[in-house]
């Protein structure tokens, strides 16, 4: 495209694209993220470009495909506007028939619409959905609109026009004033003020600083700033350029995981074009402020997303962090002062400049303004990212926008914050979300991951399974983490095994001490939460598998076993001719019995029995019953055995 070298231009640019949009045309957004082209999305959209072809509707009905649309279970996800009809889980077999009924004739497909789990209803508007109706998107709302391969679909939805206002209309300071009133605090985790970060960058001296976008995503089930950066490229460039210019910066990286290649394209892309279109490069819009920036990958260290060990790694050094003070904002990158925020939080800039302050911190609640996108996944039905704003209850974002405990389970807890995190159980489900109100109950906000558990979880389980994943990603620099988790994590395997120790809580409790309170970075000082949250929720699940051996929620293997009730077993014969270890005695008109030396519990049996039967059951902390004798297996066929 051509450069734009003014404001004034590129308002024109934007009127002559804003004009040659037909509020009342067909067309046609096919979610494109990595979620939904793991679900086959690109067979999608090559049907959809042929059958336009074949019903001569390619100059007439235009098609895009766009980042992640959040609803990701369901995808690949069809929008068809200007209606909003909403498509769920469409395949390409689905398509010919999506061109000639709905998008010729408006006729509804109901087998591909969403069906309201608790009523059966058939909702065809995305709005309606409770998984969207219930949400307050702002960052997330231009992924369905936007092509993120086209710059001037961000232009089209004003986009670079904050750039341009901070460029020409706002000095430094004032962008830094505007960012501070709006109250935005950084949604990588540990919810500094931004502004703040800004100003402590700006006021440090040197001609050289730098600023950083930190895409190193890392925590299990989190993809909140991948699918942005996937679908909305330019809005976190915008931020970007915004923030250079506030603190003084003309060097930009954004350091992303080598496990996003679709990010990673998407945002060279975008640069690409931002350079041609004058947004970045030399005398910005003709403003006389000059910012480049570059993509560096990172190699999937968990532990690169603190900002001292991205630091190191950007310098080609061991992704190791390093002690504080002096902060990055101080001295960061190559020593000279460094503004380092995640995806999120750049993104965020653009709607602040362009509608200020105030109607940012009019959204969400007084220390923690505006919205925030979790990854909704776990044991609830609907699974995604999900965008609301600050202080929206626990209960809201599960059971509204979730839709509830899947096959009628009930609620046990739910995690936030990622492996560092916390448990929350259900007495706190009326707790606003914020970052204050999560700290109040032992845990954190954290990048946004939101894992939920139904009441087959086990607490001491789930804090095993956060544990080994920060002992491996331990850089193993200070002996606290390194050394703390490991022992922590011993001490939790053998209560699931168990062969815990009455005073393995105490030492538990001590060790989390320990390594919170003297471990370098914040993997190791937020890495005892997970412990202390269950403990201080679920106390009485460690004492059942110390004590009693037992665990509450049938869940870990070496205290449960799977026994057939002879009373129920109908010899079906389903569950032997299913089970992988051949474990299971029985035949035709015999009653089945679980050979416990040969038994795996793998759990086949209990998922395959019919449930009519309900033959097979677990148990727990008590003995396995002694198999009948093989002379009295025999069944008769009305029921009765001799």
Known sequence: MTKINSPAELEEYRKILKSKIDPNRRWISLCSGSACNAARSAEVAAAIETELEKEGLSGLVDFKRTGCHGFCEKGPIVDIHPEKICYLNVAAADVSEIISETVKENKIIDRLLYTDPSTGEKIAHEDDIPFYKYQGRIIFSSNSKVDPKHIDDYIAVDGYSALAKALFEMNPDQVVDTVKGAGLRGR????????????????????????????????????????????????????????????????????????????????????????????????????????????????????????????????GKPGEPKARPPFPAQSGLWGK????????????????????????????????????????????????????????????????????????????AVQTGGPSGGCIPGEHLDRGVDFDELAKVGAIMGSGGMIVMDEDTCMVDMAKYFLVFLSEESCGKCVPCREGIRQMLNILTNITKGDGKESDIEVLEKLCKTTGSASL????????????????????????????????????KSLISYYIDPEKCQACMTCGKKCPAEAIVGGKNQIHVIDQEKCTKCGTCFEVCPSRFRAVTKISGEPVPTPIPVEARKIVREGKRK
Request: net charge neutral; proline share 5%; hydrophobic share 40%.
């Open 188 to 315: 990588g985790g540990a919810g500094f003020p931004t502004g703040k970060k800004w100003e402590i960058a700006r006021a440090n001296p040197g001609d050289t600083k730098y600023v950083i976008v930190n895409a190193d995503e890392g925590d299990p089930g989190a993809y909140m700033d991948r699918s942005v950066l996937e679908g909305n490229p330019h809005a976190v460039l915008e931020g970007l350029v915004i923030g250079a210019y506030a603190i003084g910066a003309h060097q930009g990286y954004i350091y992303v995981r080598q496990e996003y290649p679709l990010a990673v394209e998407n945002v060279n892309i975008a640069i690409k074009q931002a350079e041609e279109a004058g947004f970045l490069g030399k005398n910005i819009l003709g403003s006389g402020f000059d910012f480049t920036v570059e993509v560096a990958q990172g190699a999937g260290a968990f532990v690169c997303g603190e900002e001292t060990a991205l630091l190191r790694s950007l310098e």
């Open 337 to 412: 002062p460094t503004n380092i925020n995640n995806v999120e939080t750049w993104a965020n800039i653009p709607m602040i400049i362009n509608n200020g302050a105030n109607f940012f911190n009019s959204i969400g609640t007084k220390g923690s303004a505006g919205t925030k996108i979790f990854s909704l996944v776990g044991k609830v039905n609907n699974t995604g990212l999900v965008e609301v704003p600050m202080g929206i209850t626990l209960r809201d974002i599960i059971f509204k926008v979730g839709g509830g405990i899947p096959n009628g389970k009930k609620f046990k």
């Open 521 to 556: 970075c914040a993997l190791g000082k937020t890495a005892p939460s997970p412990v202390l949250s269950t403990l201080r929720y679920f106390r009485d699940e460690y004492e059942a598998h110390i004590r009693d051996k037992r665990c509450p929620a049938y869940s870990c």
